[in-house]
């Protein structure tokens, strides 16, 4: 079975410019989660959907970020214009539905991103 | 502000030595407790607690909750170099319809042979 899927695996850029992040969750799943890593501050939730709907965006970090979840199978996150300060692993992570939330979220192989 | 706090932030042992990891939590409206490894890549989810006192196992890993102290404990015995890895604990809380997790920064555990 296919995991999470994320594109691109690493993304180097130029301050200024836009970044698109990608994201499939796993089907069936129902909630989809985008977090940041960095050695400084670990693991950070930055959004998450239930049901393609953005139910906290409370972590993300400023306007210059924005995610998207058109529909149940792709998401996106976007930081235009990036900065350097931006560098960090982003994961998605997707989980299923029911029970009240088993609380198990399956992370996708994360994209790590570069701003130069 | 809602936080989570692991200790201590890394360690290294020796193959055959035993480990506890340290989580504790301040966090509004708590759910649950988990536990990852993270290896070169994405985490990997290890456990879930919910009741405090009830300890869950698989294979030489092993953890509990008190919810009392609010804290969790990761237990690892007889270590291997496998085991080599970030162990993060995140707590849940009730937010949204699925809840949402609350990260600490990681254990960072080397088992050398």
């Known amino acids: 079975d296919a995991g999470v899927i994320q594109s691109p695996r690493h993304e180097v850029t130029e301050m200024g410019q836009e970044v698109t992040l990608r994201c499939k969750p796993i089907?069936?799943?129902?909630?989809l989660f985008w977090y940041r890593q960095t050695m400084m501050r670990g693991l950070e939730l930055l959004i998450y959907?239930?049901?393609?709907?953005?139910?906290?965006d409370s972590g993300m970090p400023e306007d210059r970020f924005s995610a998207k979840m058109p529909n149940a199978s792709f998401s996106t996150l976007k930081i235009q214009p990036s900065e350097p300060r931006d560098s960090a692993v982003y994961f998605c992570?997707?989980?299923?539905?029911?029970?009240?939330?088993?609380?198990?979220?399956?992370f996708g192989p994360g994209t790590r991103l570069t701003v130069l | 502000e809602d936080k989570v706090v692991q200790s201590p932030l890394s360690l290294v042992v020796h193959e055959g030595d035993t480990v506890t990891l340290n989580c504790s939590y301040e966090?509004?409206?708590?759910?649950?407790l988990l536990w990852y490894k993270q290896e070169k890549k994405a985490p990997t989810f290890l456990f879930m607690l919910?009741?405090?006192?009830i300890e869950k196992k698989s294979g030489r890993l092993s953890s509990i909750l008190d919810k009392k102290e609010l804290s969790s404990i990761l237990n690892i015995t007889a270590t291997q170099t496998g085991d080599s890895a970030i162990y993060l604990c995140?707590?849940?809380?009730?937010?949204?319809?699925?809840?949402?997790?609350?990260f600490g920064k990681g254990t960072k555990l080397s088992v050398k042979p």
């Open positions: 089907s069936g799943h129902n909630s």
């Open positions: 919910t009741s405090s006192g």
């Open positions: 966090v509004t409206n708590f759910r649950s």
């Open positions: 959907f239930n049901n393609n709907v953005p139910i906290d």
């Open positions: 995140a707590a849940m809380n009730y937010g949204g319809s699925q809840g949402n997790l609350i």
């Open positions: 992570a997707s989980s299923p539905p029911g029970r009240g939330g088993s609380g198990e979220q399956f």
